[in-house]
């Protein structure tokens, strides 16, 4: 009898077969095996006994704003210093006027001043299983609605296959599936089931249960299927079975491999929800609470760690300032940090120098018109092979004038440098260009674009932390502990990159200790 | 506390920086990359510039400009300092060089484990322009390359050889350099040499 396949051996082989990408290694890691479990469960912090400790925080992202506004409701004092001009960190919303702070490429937005034309430059979904996030936005009263990953209306276009036309989404995954659900069978009902793993009565109940998977008919055999719609009828008269698509063509795209598993990875399936009117919204709901905590253009210069306190010089407004914690909460990214002067333990710093972080780009397009309402997409992705890779469609502000859609979004290193070489107007350029493989008319729709490439950011440099299980396992534990009464917080000393939730649970993780270090000491006053 | 060197210095050009040029907090963003004391940082593959005088610093500016440098497809990092090059206007380039002459030169870290003193001797070949301590030669447009960042001294030897730098016709200094890097044999030679650079005792000017 042959070995069922474990999961683990799945994940290579869809790998493998994936050619080994990054993108395509993402996309497998959809199995299941790799994604972490949420164990977030809100408990307010005890209040602090005895004289309240003061708490350093080092940039104003969502877990420096966390961190404010727990460790001030259980009495603690802070302060939050922010290199840049605004608060949030990579939760970045874009409207009219707004500054896109790239180094060598500031850019403004120029969308018009409404409100529905906005741009997530950062986060964009919130998945349900994040407790971490999702608890803020329920406690502050953050609206959300819903986000729409998968609409199978949206495109998927490969050069390799369909003549390089754009193909709907429904109308692929029916295909592909009708076909391979025909082989399975066929496969299964000749000799196959002699090396089957289960008994003669799971095995009827599987055939069964390929034949429902591909829409078969009772001959095994797959002609089409009413899962993608019809080609005519269906309200009057019958409806009319499309034609179905080449099998050889539907194989060769590298649709199935990748982007057809995205909505299982776990992070990504549906349903998810994002915040009414931008991602920034969550920061907004913050900042009744902290504002008056937060020094905006405070950059640091200086970490220092003391036996009992963190000492930190920055510069704000040309002089030089120094402030003083009984802890420090830094959420400033490693790459930026380890250039900062510091007094680190030498293990510290090198493993904080080991942390490599993703290159990401995002474009935001304003559309005159809403072009893809008149093709039955009302929100979710298409995606390309083209260096864009997708394009979303807003969830928000159906049937208005105008509309703001991401007009790309690429995470492969090598597609990020080639974006990145470009000046601000030869990236537009080349997405629109790109994009009008999927929508032919998409450059008579597209009036302005803005391009953010997260490496380039000023006071960024990076999007998430790509943690190999290399440098996990050589670097994790020790910057995930304190130095002396020095934290590390933010998404990258969590293991969901570029997820709020992981920025959340880190500090959390941070509080948690100190919470532990005060009740230890005021335990030893008494 | 220890006050950073730098840091008097910042006090006393907060006037003279322009928004333009600078991170709103008054200081350029070349510290951003290279470092709070542009001293460098290897995690983000930005070299030491506390060491460079400005007429070297002039001089790759418009080197990038001229896109001398950068232009091969693989080198991403230095793509990412043209877009800065790019984008100073010549007064913004001005401050720049008046923070970074200002800023006391220090040592990079050392990351590699070359050997020192056979990088010494091969180093007796380069100091008829670099200098005796490689402390620069204005004249011949060598510049100091003592406490340079060892992993950048590799990188930039290494383009030399790739034709990655000192490619285009124009740009004589770095012709004479590509033609110069011959001079190193091995890969090991490199590397000593990069770890002697590293480790000697810094003076600018």
């Known amino acids: ?526 | 506390m220890r006050l950073p060197t730098l840091i008097f210095l910042v006090t006393s050009l907060c006037s003279t920086l322009a928004l333009a040029a600078s991170n709103t907090s008054g200081l350029p963003s070349c510290v951003v990359c290279h470092g709070a004391g542009v001293q460098g940082n290897i995690v983000v593959q930005a070299p030491n510039l506390s060491i460079l005088p400005a007429w070297y610093i002039t001089a790759q500016l418009e080197a990038y400009q001229h896109n001398w440098r950068g232009e091969d497809a693989s080198l991403a990092d230095a793509k990412d300092m043209r877009a800065v090059a790019l984008a100073l206007s010549d007064k913004e380039r001005e401050q720049v060089l008046e923070f970074i002459s200002a800023v006391t030169p220090q040592s990079a870290k050392p990351s590699l484990m070359g050997d020192i003193s056979h990088g010494q001797q091969l180093f007796s070949s380069c100091s008829a322009c670099h200098g005796d301590v490689a402390q620069g030669n204005e004249a011949l447009k060598a510049p100091p390359l003592a406490g340079q960042n060892d992993w950048y001294i590799v990188s930039q030897l290494k383009a030399y050889q790739a034709n990655q730098r000192g490619y285009a016709k124009k740009d004589s200094n770095g012709n004479m350099m590509r033609s110069s890097v011959s001079l190193l044999g091995s890969e090991q030679d490199i590397l000593d040499v990069a770890s002697y650079l590293n480790s000697i005792e810094i003076s600018k000017e």
Request: aromatic share 10%; charged share 20%; glycine share 8%.
């Open chain 1, 1 to 526: 009898m042959k070995q069922v396949l474990t999961r683990r051996e799945c994940l290579f082989l869809l790998a493998k077969v994936a050619g080994g990408s990054a993108a395509m290694m993402q996309a497998a890691s959809g199995l299941g095996v790799e994604q972490p479990a949420s164990t977030f469960q809100y408990k307010p912090l005890y209040k602090v006994p005895g004289k309240r400790p003061h708490v350093l925080i080092l940039g104003a992202g969502i877990s420096a704003l966390v961190s404010a506004y727990e460790l001030t409701r259980a009495g603690y004092t802070c302060e939050i210093l922010e290199a840049s001009h605004r608060v949030g960190g990579r939760n970045l919303t874009v409207r009219h006027g707004d500054l896109i702070d790239e180094i060598g490429n500031r850019q403004i937005c120029d969308f018009d001043d409404q409100p529905n034309l906005y741009f997530n430059c950062g986060p964009a979904r919130l998945p349900a299983h994040h407790h971490g996030i999702m608890h803020y936005c329920k406690e502050l009263k953050v609206p959300l609605q819903m986000f729409c990953n998968y609409n199978r209306n949206c495109y998927t276009q490969d050069d390799v296959c369909f003549d390089g036309e754009p193909v709907r989404i429904g109308d692929y995954e029916t295909d592909i599936m009708g076909f391979t659900s025909e082989i399975i069978a066929k496969s299964m009902t000749t000799a196959g089931h002699l090396d089957s793993p289960v008994g003669e009565a799971d095995f009827e109940r599987i055939v069964e249960y390929v034949k429902v998977q591909g829409d078969l008919n009772d001959a095994m055999e797959y002609h089409g299927s009413g899962r993608s719609g019809f080609a005519s009828g269906g309200v009057f008269a019958p409806g009319e079975l499309k034609p179905t698509r080449d099998f050889a063509d539907l194989l060769n795209s590298n649709f199935w491999a990748g982007a057809m598993q995205f909505m299982h990875i776990a992070d990504q399936a549906p349903a998810m929800m994002t915040p009414v009117g931008g991602m920034d919204s969550i920061v907004k709901h913050f900042l009744p609470h902290v504002q008056k905590l937060i020094t905006l253009n405070a950059q640091v210069q200086m970490v220092e760690l003391l036996d009992n306190g963190v000492e930190v010089a920055y510069v704000h407004q040309g002089i030089t300032k120094v402030a003083r914690g009984d802890y420090c909460l830094n959420s400033i990214p490693s790459e930026i940090l380890s250039g900062i002067e510091n007094n680190f333990p030498a293990d510290y710093s090198e493993k904080m120098a080991m942390m490599k972080r993703d290159k990401l780009i995002k474009f935001g397009f304003q559309a005159r018109e809403r072009f893809w309402e008149k093709e039955d997409i009302y929100a979710g992705i298409s995606w390309t092979n083209q260096d864009i890779t997708q394009i979303w469609y807003p969830e928000h502000g159906t049937f208005s004038e105008k509309g703001v859609l991401l007009g790309g979004y690429s995470w492969e290193p090598e597609i990020v440098d080639r974006f990145a070489a470009m000046s601000p107007e030869a990236r537009i350029e080349t997405a629109i260009s790109q994009g009008e493989k999927v929508h032919p008319n998409y450059r008579q729709y597209i009036e302005k674009g803005v391009s953010i490439c997260w490496h380039r950011m000023n006071h960024m440099l990076g999007c998430g932390t790509y943690w190999t299980p290399e440098i996990y396992d050589a670097a994790f534990a020790t910057l995930q502990a304190p130095a002396k009464r020095h934290y590390l917080i933010g998404d990258q000393i969590a293991l969901l990159p570029a997820w709020q939730e992981g920025a959340v649970q880190s500090a959390w993780h941070a509080m948690l200790d100190i919470q532990q270090r005060e009740s230890a000491r005021s335990a030893t006053k008494t």
